[in-house]
């Protein structure tokens, strides 16, 4: 069954955590791993509302730590579903820290998750396409169908030959 495409915008999540002492290391940073803990919940949240199915992470495609995240600041973590594919979903991820003192919000990082929607029998089962809804969504939208296919050829899933969107891109830069 080929389901609507829906707007960027009902997948929204948006979660904010207070990073408490157990939460960090011995230098008072938050752990990686609870700030990968963060993100895979609140992108199965916008998986969810996307496609109204249960769905699992099969793949973190991106998490960069550009800075790191201190005892006691505020972390927020805003995603939505950047693209839909058969059966799965790219899931964008920004987290931002708020300045205690301002309270301006920094922005430290992105992530990406790749999420499959599956059925009550545990068979992965199709989702809908995205609309995006702004330029930026447009450009995540965009960059979707390459990043996924250097996840397929990576992880052994298809030729590097047959990535015809990877192929163009290099293409035009030769130039």
């Not at 829906?6 to 230098?27: G, I, K, M, Q, W």
């Not at 430290?108 to 599956?118: E, K, L, M, P």
Request: proline share 3%; glycine share 6%.
């Amino acid at each position: 069954m080929i389901r609507a495409p829906r707007p960027t915008t009902e997948s929204y999540a948006e979660t904010t955590h207070l990073v408490l002492p157990n939460d960090t290391n011995t230098l008072g940073n938050l752990f990686g791993g609870q700030l990968l803990k963060w993100l895979d919940i609140n992108c199965a949240i916008s998986a969810h509302r996307h496609c109204k199915r249960l769905a699992v992470t099969v793949a973190v495609n991106h998490v960069g730590f550009d800075r790191p995240i201190k005892l006691g600041d505020f972390v927020t973590i805003k995603s939505h579903v950047s693209r839909g594919f058969s059966t799965s979903m790219e899931v964008w991820a920004d987290v931002w820290v708020e300045d205690q003192q301002t309270g301006e919000k920094i922005m430290v990082t992105s992530a990406i998750y790749t999420f499959v929607a599956i059925d009550q029998a545990g068979r992965s089962c199709t989702v809908p396409d995205v609309i995006p809804q702004n330029d930026e969504e447009q450009r995540r939208y965009d960059g979707a169908l390459r990043r996924r296919q250097l996840r397929l050829i990576l992880s052994g899933k298809m030729k590097a030959e047959d990535a015809n969107e990877l192929k163009a891109l290099f293409a035009d830069n030769k130039s």
